[in-house]
């Protein structure tokens, strides 16, 4: 009979202060945006009414005002803070000065023209909105990740579940994870089967079928079955915490194009100031000193609405904003992925790279032994009936031993093994294992334990781990083991030298016969074979000194015992390094699966990234710069100015959105 529980729900005990600081974000970005809406949608329709009932002095004076500071007032208010802050050189300042100069140019010249000045305002919001919605909609991705953080674990007490806060759960202690619930925290689980649904976490839309004795880790949702999982981790050490701190800690991290955009804007705007403020009074003065031209107002008002014109169209908006969005967007794009970024530094060095530097095993191979062939004292291959016999004998023989090559076998023979047939084991260190089993004596192991027993045996031209077997003194056959290569390994490889990557290296502690039988198989350009992981940091350091200024050289490992080479590299990829800390931790960038087709689509992202933002560096700065030229000599008025602001910001904006689109690249 099924146990029942009883889930006693108490959300104020679970709600993690975390989940309500992202909610209050979240709810506030929402308000801003409905509230800019708001004044948008008012605005226009006040300025429509305006337009069609056309009211004269005062009265029309008054609305145009009221119309201008209901789309405006914050602008204005940023203004005047960044005055009395000393930060007055910004675009708020700029938008201020010229809107309200062309209000007042309005009033001096009678012409009740207030239009310009709205619209200039006008269209700016407009942009800041889309702006906004960008940013919203490239938070998804990322907003998403976020959500994988649970709020509670569920704890046996008393034959009912409790729900506790995460952090107050101890290592080792029983968890129960019900069907719909993510896993909390990483752990083995000890009693269910399940299937998990780990997309949030690598991108991929199949489920994981998971059983007792596997190893799960946080922020995967059960899909079935009821689990009871023993913890491995704390909560704060667990991988979706470790995850969750790499994604908020990534928009810290800026490029260098926009730590260049960053302090292009604090000399350019003050420049654009003074050269506005020249532009206002040193033509017209030039006039009355040497032209005789009279010292009124007029005669300067032509070139205070040239001064104007100029402060607008030179507002850097395009570039302050479509690029630190370019990365964000290219951030949250991978992140959809399943390619964790810990920054716009290393979006933007990964489309430098030129040479990938892997390892072997666990990153391009499975990392685990499985048994590739099953051959005779000639080498050649045993036929179905031979080969399950010699597999029972050495499944047998091994069942005791915890040695990866036992496991492996016993893996490969698949069948519950009955020990009461096997008597007299005794394990030879460095050597291998001999048992009895029903009266006849068996050796299992290498080609020194054959010597050992008497037993020629035979070379074998596979590569591999062989494992020979003998019985009564004579030689049965062998079994070869190999560290499989991962299906999409070799394609990997050739998908990396079609992304304009020039050299792929192989460092591995293998020896030389494997690892060059690897190589081969791959397609991979330079292997390096036993090194210890001390050898690897020297190997690396020699392969980035031989690499051209401007390229980048980037490691890819399993995040386990690479943890050194991940840190020295240009730039450091865990491979497969989801349940460990030393790949969150060394690594730039984090593969949430195995999967080595994911290194080329990470340095293809970042390259779209890039391009996305040199466009629109070179949009934004060529029309200005036109621009900027025209309205000196009067040929550029308000509205084209308007465009080569806002238009130009809202184009560069919506360029930048489509560095979140990543499917297809």
Known sequence: MKKTFKIEIDCANCATRWKKRALLNCRAMNRKQQIMLTRIIVTAVMTLMLIIFQPHGWLSLS????????????????????????????????????????????????????????????????????????????????????????????????????????????????????????????GKIEDGESSLNTAAL???????????????????????????????????????????????????????????????????????CYSALALALLPPLFMVLFNGAPFTFATFETWVYRALVFLVVSCPCAL???????????????????????????????SKVKTVVFDKTGTLTEGVFEA???????????????????????????????????????????????????????????????????????????????????VEAPHCKSVGTVVHVAIDGKYAGHIVLGDVVKPTSAQAIEDLHKSGVNKTIMLTGDIKRVADNVGAQLGIDKVYSQLLPVDKVTRLEKIIKETKEGEEVAFVGDGINDAPVLSRADIGIAMGGIGSDAAIEAADVVLMDDDPLKIGKAIRISRKCLKIVWENIIMAIGIKGLCLVLSIFGIVNMWLAIFADVGVMILAVLNAIRAMYTRKV
């Open 63 to 186: 609305l145009y005002i009221v119309a201008y500071l209901i789309i405006g007032y914050d602008i204005l208010r940023k203004a005047a803070l960044g005055i009395i802050r000393g930060r007055e050189f910004d675009e708020n300042f700029l938008m201020a000065v010229a809107t309200v100069g062309a209000f007042a140019l309005a009033i001096y010249d009678k012409s009740g023209d207030y239009l310009e000045a709205i619209a200039v305002m006008f269209l700016y919001q407009i942009g800041e909105f889309f702006q906004g919605y960008a940013v919203g909609k490239s938070r998804r991705n990322i907003s998403e990740l976020m959500d994988i953080r649970p709020d509670y674990a569920n704890i046996e007490h008393e034959g009912k579940l409790e729900k506790v806060d995460p952090d107050d759960v101890e290592v080792g202690e029983t968890i129960v994870v019900l069907p719909g619930e993510r896993v909390p925290i990483d």
């Open 202 to 272: 690598t991108g991929e839309s199949l489920p994981r079928e998971v059983k007792a004795g596997d190893e799960v880790i946080s922020g995967s949702i059960n899909l079935t079955g009821i689990l009871k999982i023993r913890t491995t981790k704390e909560f704060g050490e667990s991988t979706v915490s470790k995850i969750l701190e790499l994604v908020e800690d990534s928009a810290s991290r800026k490029s260098k194009s926009e730590n260049f955009i960053t302090k292009f804007a604090r000399v350019y705007t003050p420049a654009i």
């Open 320 to 350: 302050v904003v479509s690029i630190p969005l370019s990365f964000f967007a290219g951030i949250g794009g991978a992140s959809h992925e399943g390619i964790l970024v810990k920054g716009a530094n290393i979006l933007e060095n990964l």
């Open 372 to 454: 590739i062939g099953y051959h005779n004292s000639d080498d050649s291959a045993l036929d179905d009936k031979v080969k399950d016999e010699l597999l029972a004998y050495a499944a047998m023989v091994e069942a005791g031993s915890s040695h990866p090559i036992a496991q492996s076998i016993e893996k490969a023979y698949g069948k519950p093994v009955d020990m009461q047939q096997v008597s007299d084991v005794k394990e030879i260190s460095g050597k291998g294992i001999t048992a009895t089993i029903d009266g006849k004596r068996v050796a299992v192991g290498n080609s020194k334990l054959m010597e050992e027993a008497g």
